[in-house]
C-alpha cells in the first residue's frame, strides 16, 4: 500500500508532461479520467473474485498488473498508448484497493480490523510528502519515463511477495464473520455491466473537456450509458438511499465526488485565479494528506463513543464548512492561504466519514458477499467523483465563457458541492446499524489513490 501510494501520487503531476511529450494535449481529459474509469471495472473484478475465492488471488493479480501497466505507460510512443496504460492501471488499482478492504473483512477478527487499515492510512503519509517532489526532480533530471519505470521496478517487490506467499493458499472468504451478520441485498454484478460503465465514465470526463458538437455527443452518450448500466452494478434501492448498506453506498458516492471535486478545484483557482506560487498548491496536496490520515487516526480512538453514522454527518458537516471557506476564496480580498486550509478541512471531514462508510458497509454485509460490498463502494466512489466533477465542470465551463473573470465561474463551482455534501450529512441516519455497535476502523485516503483521481 506504500509504493501504490507513492505510484498514484507520483505520476499523476506528470501526465500533463507526458500528454505534451506526446504531442496529445487535447486528450489530456481522457489521460485523466481513464484511471478512475478503469477502477470502476477493476473494482466489479475484484469484488466478485473475492466472493468466489478469497481476496488473495485478486490481490495478487493487481499488483502483477500494476507492474506491466507501468511499463506501458513508461514504453509509449502515442498518447493513446499512455491512455491505454492509465486505464489498464486503474484497474489494477480497482482489484487492489477492494482486494484490501475484502480481506480485512474476511481475515480479521473485528477486534483488529482497526489496527489493519490504521496501517493502510499510515502508508500513504510519508508518499504525500515525497513522492510528488521526487517524482518531479527524477523528471527534470531525466525524463517523466524514468519515473514510470523507477515505480514499476519498486512496485516489483509487493509483486513478488503477492506471488510467493499467498500462492496456493486455500481461499477461506469471510473466515471470521460472526454468523447471523445482516446481509446485502442484490445480485452480483455483470462483467459487461461494469464494462460500459467504466468506457462511459471515461467518455463523460472526454465530453465535458470542452464546449463544441462532438464533445456534447460524447457526454451524452456517456451519461445514457450511465443511467442505463450503474443500477446493475449497485445493491438495490441505492439511488433511494435504502436503509442499510444501498444508503451507504450511496453516501460514499456524494462525500468522494464533492471532495474530490473540491481537491480538482482549488489548485486550479489557485494557480490561474489567484496567481500563487506553485509551491503553495503543493502544500495544500501535503496538508490534505496529512488532515486525513489525522482524522483516520482519531476517529478509530473513538470506538464505542461515537456511532458510526454521527461520524459520518460529523464528517459531511466538517467538508460543508470547508466548501464555504473555498467559495469565500473567490473574493479577492480573502489571502488565497485560506483556500489551502480548505482543502485541509475537507480531507479531515472525509477521513472521519469515509472509514466509518466502510465499516458500515461491513456491518450491513454478510461474509460472503463482502468482496461485492467493497466492489460496490469502490464503484459508487469512482461515480460519484465522475459525475459530480463533470457537472461541477460543465458549470464552470459555461460561467467561464460568459465572463474573463474566472473567479464568479469557481464560485459557482464551489456551491454547486453544497447539495452532495448536505445530502450526506441528511441521510447518514439511513446508515445506522440497528442490531450492533459501533464500529471502528480507519482506512486509507484513497480513493485517492485510488482512485481516486488526484
Do not use: K
Request: charged share 10%; proline share 7%.
Amino acid at each position: 500500500m506504500f509504493l501504490t501510494g507513492f505510484a498514484a501520487l507520483a505520476v499523476m503531476p506528470l501526465l500533463p508532461v507526458a500528454a505534451r511529450d506526446l504531442d496529445g494535449v487535447g486528450l489530456y481529459p481522457l489521460v485523466a479520467g481513464a484511471f478512475v474509469a478503469a477502477s470502476l471495472l477493476g473494482g466489479v473484478l475484484g469484488g466478485t473474485w473475492a466472493d468466489r475465492g478469497g481476496a488473495r488471488r485478486p490481490l495478487t493479480a493487481g499488483v502483477i498488473l500494476t507492474v506491466a501497466t507501468l511499463l506501458v505507460s513508461a514504453t509509449s510512443t502515442t498518447v493513446w498508448q499512455l491512455v491505454l496504460g492509465r486505464f489498464t492501471d486503474g484497474i489494477a488499482a480497482g482489484l487492489v484497493a477492494v482486494s484490501v478492504n475484502a480481506a480485512i473483512g474476511q481475515s480479521y477478527p473485528e477486534r483488529l480490523r482497526a489496527r489493519a487499515l490504521s496501517l493502510m492510512s499510515a502508508c500513504w503519509i510519508v508518499p504525500s510528502l515525497t513522492g510528488p517532489p521526487l517524482a518531479g526532480f527524477v523528471a527534470a533530471s531525466w525524463s517523466w519515463r524514468a519515473v514510470f519505470f523507477g515505480v514499476a521496478g519498486l512496485t516489483l517487490i509487493p509483486a513478488a511477495a503477492a506471488v510467493l506467499l499467498l500462492r496456493g493458499r486455500a481461499a477461506q472468504p469471510g473466515a471470521t464473520q460472526e454468523p447471523g451478520g445482516p446481509h446485502a441485498p442484490g445480485r452480483r454484478p455483470a462483467l459487461p455491466a461494469a464494462v460500459a460503465v467504466s468506457v462511459a465514465a471515461a467518455l463523460t470526463q472526454y465530453g465535458v473537456s470542452t464546449w463544441n458538437a462532438w464533445h456534447a455527443v460524447c457526454a451524452s452518450v456517456g451519461v445514457v450509458v450511465l443511467m442505463t448500466f450503474t443500477p446493475r452494478l449497485l445493491p438495490p434501492h441505492t439511488w433511494r438511499a435504502g436503509g442499510g448498506l444501498p444508503a451507504t453506498v450511496l453516501l460514499r458516492a456524494l462525500t468522494s465526488g464533492a471532495f474530490f471535486t473540491l481537491e480538482a478545484f482549488v489548485p486550479l483557482m489557485l494557480s490561474t485565479a489567484r496567481h500563487v506560487p506553485g509551491v503553495v498548491t503543493g502544500f495544500a496536496f501535503t496538508g490534505a494528506a496529512l488532515a486525513w490520515a489525522g482524522a483516520s487516526w482519531m476517529q478509530g480512538r473513538l470506538q464505542n463513543r461515537v456511532a458510526r453514522h454521527r461520524l459520518v454527518a460529523i464528517g459531511a458537516g466538517i467538508m460543508a464548512a470547508a466548501v464555504a471557506v473555498a467559495a469565500l476564496c473567490t473574493i479577492p480580498a480573502v489571502p488565497p492561504a485560506a483556500a489551502v486550509s480548505s482543502m485541509a478541512m475537507a480531507a479531515f471531514g472525509m477521513g472521519l466519514a469515509t472509514p466509518s462508510l466502510t465499516l458500515l458497509s461491513l456491518a450491513h454485509t454478510s461474509a460472503d458477499r463482502q468482496g461485492y460490498a467493497s466492489g460496490a463502494m469502490q464503484t459508487s466512489q469512482n461515480l460519484g467523483q465522475t459525475l459530480v466533477l463533470a457537472v461541477a465542470s460543465a458549470l464552470f465551463t459555461a460561467l467561464s465563457s460568459a465572463s474573463t473573470n474566472r473567479l464568479p465561474a469557481f464560485a459557482g463551482a464551489f456551491a454547486l458541492l453544497i447539495l452532495p455534501i448536505a445530502g450526506a450529512a441528511c441521510l447518514a441516519g439511513r446508515t445506522r446499524v440497528t442490531d450492533a455497535g459501533p464500529h471502528d476502523a480507519p482506512e486509507l485516503p484513497v480513493a485517492a489513490a485510488e482512485g481516486q483521481l488526484r
